[in-house]
C-alpha cells in the first residue's frame, strides 16, 4: 500500500513484537503500519475508526460478496480415503456471489460458506481467533466453526455460518460480521524461517481434511483391516 | 377480419411471445456484476418490446387483430430474442464481475457518463465492441408505454463490449479492453475526437507518407502488370488504411486504439496483445480489417521504449530483463517479404487484393508511428484524458509497492501513505503489477508456501486469483469511499 506496503530488503522492525499475548487496538495499528515481514495485513478496512478502536483488542472484519451454499446431491459421501471423496466436487455446491447493496436469506438451521471482506495476512509471529459479534450469535447466527488462525496464513478468511435461530435473516455483503483477536506467538528466528506460508486463499471450497502423512497411515490402516476380514 | 392461416400465424406468434417472456424472467432473475446498470435497461427494452407485442396480439375494438397487428408483434419478439441473446453472457457466471466496474469507468470517465454500455463474455477468443442502433425500433408502432421509457432511457447507440470467458478470461488481458474504448474514443465527438488529431499529423507528415505510397504502388504494379489500375489499387489502399465508411475501421484506427490502450494501461497492453494475438493465429497473413499483427506488436514496443514512456527502461532498472519486441510472444511470425505475402494472399483473396495487402506495410510502417505519436499528443494535452494517462513514473512506483507484496501473497488493494487515509488501487496498477509477476517472477510466488512446487499452470492459477481479489476489494474500497 503505497510507501507503507511490505518492502523485502528492510530488516525486521523490532523483536519485542513477538511476545505473546493479545494485542490492543493501537498495538494492531502499529502492526499495520510496519514496511517489513512483521506488517499484518488487514485490507481493505472500510471504516478505521469503527472496524479498530483504541480501546479495545480487537478488529471488526465485515462480510464479504463470495458465498456458498451446500446443496443436496445424489453423489456418495464424503470420504476422504475413497478413490471419489467429494470433497471439492462443485456438483455438492452453489457459488454465489452477492455485490455490496444486495443481500442474502439464510433460513433458520441452513448451512453456508462466506467470507470476510477483508483481505488478511498474519505475519509469522501472530496468530488470531475469529470470534463472532454478540449481537448476531443472539439472533442465532453462528459464525465460525473453525476460529483460529495460524502464523503466515494469507487470504480472506472463510466463514462457516449457520442460522441457530428460528427466524430467517437477511445478509448484506459489507456489515460487520465477526471480530478478529490477534494473538503473539513466541518464535525463534530459526522455526520463523522454517515455517511454511498458508496459501494465498481466496477459495472457499475445502481442500483436505487431513495432512499427506495422516492420510497415507490411516489409509494403511483401512488397507490392514480389509485385508483381515477379506483374507 | 383475419384469416384461418392469420390465426394461426397468430397462435405461433402467441406462442413464441409466451416462451420469450419466460426466457425473460429467467434471464432477469440473474445476477450482473456491480455496473452492469446498462443491462436493467437493456431488460427494460425487452420487456417493453414483449409488452407491445403481448398488446398487439390481444384484440380490443381499440386493436382489431389484422395481418398487422400479428406482424408486429412477430417484429417485436425478434428484436427481444436477438436483444437476449445479445446479453448471453452477461450475468456474473460468465463474467468476472469484479472486472466489470472499472472497465466501466474506463468508458465513462472518456467517453460520456450516460453512455449506455455493457459487458459480457463469451468462449472465443477475441475481443470486441458491437454498436446496436435505435434506427431498429424506429419501425414499431403503437409502442407500449414500457417500450417508449426504454428506448428514451438509452443513450443510443447501445453499446456491447465481449470478452473471452473460461479458460481465456485471464484478467491481465482485459487491458485489451482498452483497445475497444479506443475505438469509441476514436470515433468520438468532432470537439474530442483523436480521428481529427491523427488526420491532421498524417497531412502534416504527407511528404513522407507520399514516398512510401508510390512505393505501394510500384509494388502494386510489378505484380499485376497491364491489370495495374493505379486510381483503383490507391482507392482499395486508402479504403483499408482509413475504413469504408466512418463506421468500419481501418488499419490506422486499429493503430490509433492500441496507441489509446497503451496511454491507459502502460506495459500491460504490449503483453496483453502480444499474447493474445499470438494465442489467435499461428498464421502471419492478415485481413483488410486489421493491420499485421507483428507491425500493432512493434509500434506499440516502440512506444514502450519512447524517449518519452521510458518503459522498457523502467522494467530493465526494476527487474534487471532485457525487454525485447518478442518479450512474451516468441512464436508471432515476423512479416514475411512483401513478394512471399503477395502469393500468399493470392490464392487467398484474389491478385488485385493480395497486391494491396502485401503492399500496404510499406504505407504503414511509415504512418503508424504517427499515428501512435499523434494519440500520444492527445492525451498528454487534454486534462480529461491525461488524468487516465500510465505513467512510467506510476509503473516504477506499483513495481516498489506492490511486486514484493504480491509475490508474498498480498493483493494490490489500496494505495497511500496514511493508514487511515488509503485509496482504492488503479485497475492499470493490478494489470501491469499481474503481467509482471506472471510474466517475470512466477518462480519467486510465495516461495515458502505449498504452491512453490506447484507446476506452473497452477501456480500462475493461484497468483490469478488473487488478481481478482485485488480487483474485488479495491472497487469495493472505491464505491464505499465515494458513495
Known amino acids: 500500500m503505497g510507501s507503507s506496503t511490505m518492502k523485502q530488503n528492510v530488516p525486521s522492525a523490532s523483536n519485542n513484537w513477538s511476545k505473546a499475548g493479545v494485542l490492543s487496538g493501537v498495538e494492531v495499528k502499529k502492526r499495520l503500519s510496519l514496511e517489513d515481514e512483521n506488517r499484518l495485513v488487514i485490507s481493505p478496512i472500510l471504516e478505521m475508526h469503527e472496524q479498530i478502536r483504541d480501546d479495545q483488542a480487537s478488529v471488526d472484519v465485515r462480510l464479504g460478496s463470495q458465498f456458498v451454499l451446500t446443496q443436496p446431491s445424489a453423489l456418495g459421501e464424503i470420504n476422504e480415503f475413497s478413490e471419489f471423496h467429494y470433497l471439492a466436487d462443485n456438483r455438492l455446491y452453489q457459488e454465489l456471489y452477492i455485490p455490496i447493496g444486495r443481500n442474502i436469506v439464510i433460513h433458520p438451521h441452513q448451512f453456508l460458506l462466506a467470507t470476510t471482506l477483508e483481505y488478511i495476512r498474519l505475519p509469522q509471529d501472530l496468530m488470531c481467533y475469529v470470534v463472532g459479534r454478540s449481537t448476531w450469535g443472539r439472533l442465532g447466527l453462528i459464525i465460525a466453526t473453525a476460529i483460529g488462525v495460524h502464523p503466515g496464513f494469507s487470504g480472506t478468511l472463510t466463514l462457516e455460518l449457520r442460522n441457530l435461530g428460528e427466524t430467517p435473516l437477511r445478509l448484506f455483503p459489507g456489515q460487520t460480521i465477526a471480530q478478529l483477536f490477534f494473538h503473539g ?47 | 377480419m383475419v384469416t384461418k392461416a392469420e390465426q394461426r400465424s397468430a397462435q405461433a406468434a402467441e406462442f413464441y411471445v409466451y416462451r420469450l417472456r419466460k426466457q425473460f424472467d429467467e434471464v432477469s432473475a440473474r445476477t450482473f456484476p456491480t455496473g452492469q446498470s446498462s443491462v436493467q435497461k437493456v431488460l427494460n427494452l425487452v420487456d417493453g418490446l414483449l409488452k407491445t407485442a403481448e398488446k398487439r396480439l390481444t384484440p380490443s375494438r381499440n386493436n382489431p387483430q389484422t395481418a398487422a397487428t400479428i406482424e408486429d408483434a412477430f417484429d417485436c419478439a425478434r428484436e427481444a430474442y436477438y436483444l437476449l441473446q445479445l446479453m448471453e453472457g452477461s450475468d456474473v457466471s460468465d463474467l468476472d464481475h469484479s472486472a466489470v466496474s472499472p472497465m466501466q469507468r474506463w468508458f465513462t470517465g472518456l467517453v460520456s457518463p450516460q453512455r449506455t454500455i455493457f459487458f459480457r463474455a463469451e468462449n472465443v477468443a477475441n475481443y470486441e465492441i458491437r454498436s446496436i442502433d435505435k434506427i431498429s425500433y424506429s419501425g414499431i408502432r403503437k409502442r407500449s408505454p414500457a417500450l417508449t421509457k426504454a428506448i428514451s432511457a438509452i443513450r443510443w447507440p447501445l453499446t456491447r463490449v465481449t470478452v473471452p470467458t473460461r479458460a481465456l478470461s485471464i484478467l491481465p488481458h482485459l487491458s485489451i479492453v482498452a483497445h475497444e474504448l479506443g475505438h469509441v474514443i476514436y470515433r468520438g465527438s468532432p470537439a474530442n475526437s483523436i480521428e481529427s488529431a491523427v488526420n491532421s499529423a498524417l497531412v502534416a507528415n504527407k511528404p513522407r507518407i507520399d514516398i512510401a505510397f508510390q512505393q505501394f504502388l510500384v509494388h502494386a504494379q510489378n505484380h499485376l502488370g497491364t491489370k495495374f489500375d493505379a486510381r483503383l489499387v490507391a482507392t482499395i489502399g486508402n479504403r483499408i488504411l482509413f475504413g469504408a465508411s466512418g463506421r468500419s475501421a481501418g488499419w490506422h484506427e486499429e493503430i490509433a486504439a492500441d496507441a489509446i490502450a497503451f496511454a491507459l494501461t502502460g506495459p500491460a497492453i504490449f503483453f496483453a496483445l502480444s499474447d493474445m494475438l499470438s494465442f489467435i ?42 525487454v525485447t519486441q518478442d518479450f512474451n510472444s516468441p512464436l508471432m511470425p515476423a512479416l514475411r517479404n512483401r513478394d512471399d505475402l503477395f502469393v500468399a494472399f493470392e490464392n487467398r483473396v484474389g491478385s488485385e487484393m493480395a497486391a494491396v495487402l502485401s503492399g500496404l506495410p510499406i504505407v504503414v510502417e511509415v504512418t503508424g508511428p504517427i499515428v501512435c505519436e499523434a494519440v500520444q499528443n492527445h492525451f498528454d494535452s487534454r486534462p480529461k484524458f491525461r488524468k487516465h494517462r500510465y505513467t512510467p513514473n506510476k509503473f516504477g512506483n506499483d513495481l516498489d509497492n506492490y511486486l514484493v507484496p504480491v509475490l508474498a501473497g498480498v493483493p494490490p488493494i489500496e494505495t497511500g501513505n496514511d493508514l487511515s487515509n488509503l485509496e482504492a488501487a488503479e485497475f492499470a496498477t493490478i494489470l501491469n503489477v499481474g503481467w509482471i509477476a506472471l510474466l517475470c517472477r512466477l518462480q519467486d510466488f510465495m516461495p515458502k508456501a505449498a504452491q512453490s512446487s506447484l507446476p506452473n499452470g497452477e501456480k500462475s492459477e493461484s497468483l490469478h486469483r488473487l488478481l481478482i481479489k485485488a480487483v474485488e476489494l479495491s472497487e469495493i474500497k472505491r464505491q464505499w469511499d465515494e458513495i
Open chain 1, 185 to 231: 506467538v513466541e518464535t525463534d528466528e530459526n522455526s520463523r524461517q522454517s515455517t511454511s506460508q498458508y496459501p494465498a486463499a481466496v477459495e472457499l471450497f475445502p481442500k483436505r481434511i487431513s495432512s499427506q502423512t495422516t492420510k497415507k497411515k490411516i489409509g494403511r490402516f483401512i488397507e490392514a483391516n480389509q485385508t483381515d476380514k477379506h483374507p
Open chain 2, 281 to 322: 493465429s499461428k498464421s502471419d497473413l492478415y485481413s483488410q480489417s486489421h493491420p499485421p499483427t507483428y507491425l500493432r506488436r512493434k509500434f506499440l514496443f516502440e512506444l514502450l521504449g519512447s524517449q518519452k514512456y521510458d518503459f522498457v527502461g523502467m522494467i530493465e532498472k526494476h527487474l534487471g530483463e532485457d
